[in-house]
């Protein structure tokens, strides 16, 4: 081993391993995603944000949030999309509607798994949204305003 790939291996970070456990599974992720979308859709803020993306059938993108969280969670590698993209399209999207849709997650994520599972789920879902949040809000040499608009 050179000493640049001694160096690589102390600073790169330890890739996620799937999360084995016996109630976690696409049925269980596919539960979460569902009763999750429930309360997005119901929510004053982010429901109407939803309805102007997802008109009519709610089936596919449901059946591609279980593909994703499937790929985030178990390493399935079921997703294929491109979420950075999908997320930058949306201009009325502010950095606090990720407040919304964090509680949102972990609210449901708490009532669906045991809380040792729950909590990767959430950490998860925190790395996604900051993620979306750099890519969408974040300009070098700006600062956002206050409200995150």
Not at 25 to 33: E, G, K
Not at 59 to 76: Q, R, T
């Amino acid at each position: 081993m050179t000493s640049k790939s001694i160096l690589l291996e102390k600073v790169r970070p330890v890739a996620d391993q799937p999360l084995l456990r016996p109630d976690v599974d696409r049925v269980a992720i596919a539960a979460l995603v569902r009763k999750f979308y429930s309360k997005v859709r119901a929510d004053l803020r982010l429901g109407p944000i939803f309805a102007r993306e997802i008109v009519g059938d709610w089936e596919p993108h449901l059946e591609k949030m279980a593909d994703f969280w499937c790929s985030v969670i178990l390493k399935s590698g079921d997703y294929h999309g491109r979420p950075v993209p999908a997320h930058l399209k949306l201009k009325d999207v502010t950095e606090a509607d990720f407040d919304i849709w964090l509680a949102l997650f972990g609210e449901t994520a708490a009532e669906v798994f045991a809380p040792e599972t729950a909590v990767v789920f959430v950490e998860r879902a925190q790395r996604i949204a900051t993620s979306l949040k750099l890519a969408m809000f974040f300009r070098l040499g700006h600062t956002a305003p206050a409200g995150g608009q």
